[in-house]
């Protein structure tokens, strides 16, 4: 049975912008223990002096499967994922569990690959995975997901952003779908005056580009935008934009619209500074990251702006962010909070439904469907965030922008 998917959230996107352990196949398990001081989500949390072993064996154990690229060109989102999946299982087990049960999660590496993704699904389904946080890229996502259906296991992606990824009723997701992240994009620009010429680089080969980039186009006009070029690459020829760059410099752009991954951008904003082409360049989710490239000159970045749910110079994130570079020796981006995020949704899915710990998977799966659409969380990416039933969540974008090699709220 599929969802009906709703485009609603871009409507209220718009209108709140102001400024806006060793598992399988190479994979990682945290086991189900507690007995560490974590702090996150504007909050710390002091486990007990006691191993909380006896809980855990009292209150038995749920098994959370979790999937990204942890290897390959996409590497820092799934290790961003697998960390703030780790984090939040360390602090809820450190907290007595979800009513006294104790979370174990096992990580699998699907090198950003369809079938590589299903491969790890099935990897953690044989260990015993209760439920499934990914995939974290949204061609995989949309391939394991068609599985998960099938066999009826609850899957919330934190960062899968095609519309596809929560087709199936049994899936649901942290991020924002790709068609509201181009349209809140185009309203932030238009609504903030940014620019009124404006161009379009994107990968017409990946579903995440390709779906942002129609959106943000559709919507541009009703903005004021003017786009001056709307140029695609492919995977294949993602090396050398120089074509593309030239487009948008010849046309006038003062804005240059990147809805792709970090990897590619760095390479634009490195062969634009070469042409001493300097617009504004704003991107969405999957430019978090850029500042992390290897070799990067992270100064071409400045003044780069990016849609995210989640910076660390929030606030509320400061206990979180703390926790997390004093766990991975660096700063968490928002595929981190993302997947902290999707474990604890899974929490309040646990204390709505009551499920037990030793529940099949299928039956937690009708449990959390219903669940998921009652609950409510206060979490890195948004406060007070519900999902509606055809999974995508309700909360306020916001936009962000590098300031001297750091992210500041705008």
């Not at 050398?240 to 010849?250: G, N, R, T």
């Not at 766990?327 to 709505?352: C, L, T």
Request: with cysteine.
């Amino acid at each position: 049975m599929k969802k009906l998917i709703t485009l609603g959230l871009a409507a209220a996107m718009a209108a709140s912008l102001t400024a806006c352990g060793s598992g399988n196949g190479g994979g990682s398990t945290t086991a189900a223990a507690g007995g560490e001081t974590t702090a996150a989500a504007g909050k710390e949390t002091t486990a007990a002096a006691a191993d909380n072993s006896g809980a855990a064996s009292s209150g038995g154990t749920f098994k959370i499967g979790v999937i990204g690229p942890l290897t390959g060109p996409a590497a820092a989102y799934g290790i961003a994922v697998q960390n703030g999946a780790d984090l939040a299982v360390k602090e809820i087990n450190a907290a007595g569990g979800v009513n006294g049960i104790m979370l174990e999660n096992n990580t699998q590496d699907d090198e950003h690959d369809p079938q590589k993704s299903v491969n790890a699904y099935n990897t953690l389904k044989d260990w015993g995975a209760q439920a499934i946080v990914g995939s974290t890229t949204s061609d995989p996502c949309i391939a394991v997901a068609a599985e998960t259906s099938n066999d009826n296991m609850f899957q919330i992606t934190p960062s899968g952003s095609a519309v596809e990824c929560v087709a199936p009723e049994n899936v649901f997701r942290v991020c924002f779908a790709d068609p509201d992240q181009g349209t809140a994009s185009a309203v932030y620009i238009g609504e903030n005056k940014l620019a009124t010429k404006v161009a379009v680089i994107y990968d017409s080969s990946t579903t995440y580009s390709s779906g942002i980039r129609e959106a943000f186009v559709k919507e541009a006009g009703t903005q004021g935008l003017e786009i001056v070029a709307d140029e695609a690459f492919t995977a294949d020829n993602a090396t050398d934009f120089s074509v593309q760059l030239d487009k948008a410099k010849e046309a006038g752009a003062e804005l240059v619209f990147l809805p792709i991954y970090y990897q590619e951008a760095s390479v634009i904003l490195k062969q634009a500074s070469d042409k001493d082409f300097a617009p504004i360049f704003f991107g969405c989710d999957g430019m978090d990251g850029i500042l992390t490239v290897e070799n990067f000159d992270t100064s071409l970045a400045e003044g780069l702006m990016l849609l995210t749910p989640f910076s660390t110079t929030e606030e509320s994130s400061k206990a979180f962010t703390e926790a997390y570079v004093a766990a991975y020796g660096i700063e968490p981006n928002q595929f981190a909070a993302d997947s902290y995020d999707a474990v604890y949704a899974i929490k309040a899915a646990m204390e709505k439904s009551g499920v037990a710990a030793d529940a099949d998977y299928s039956t937690v799966c009708d449990a959390f469907k219903a669940a998921m659409t009652e609950i409510s969380i206060d979490g890195l990416t948004g406060a007070g965030m519900t999902w509606n039933a055809a999974g995508e969540p309700d909360k306020a974008p916001k936009a962000v922008k590098i300031v001297n090699g750091v992210y500041e709220m705008q």
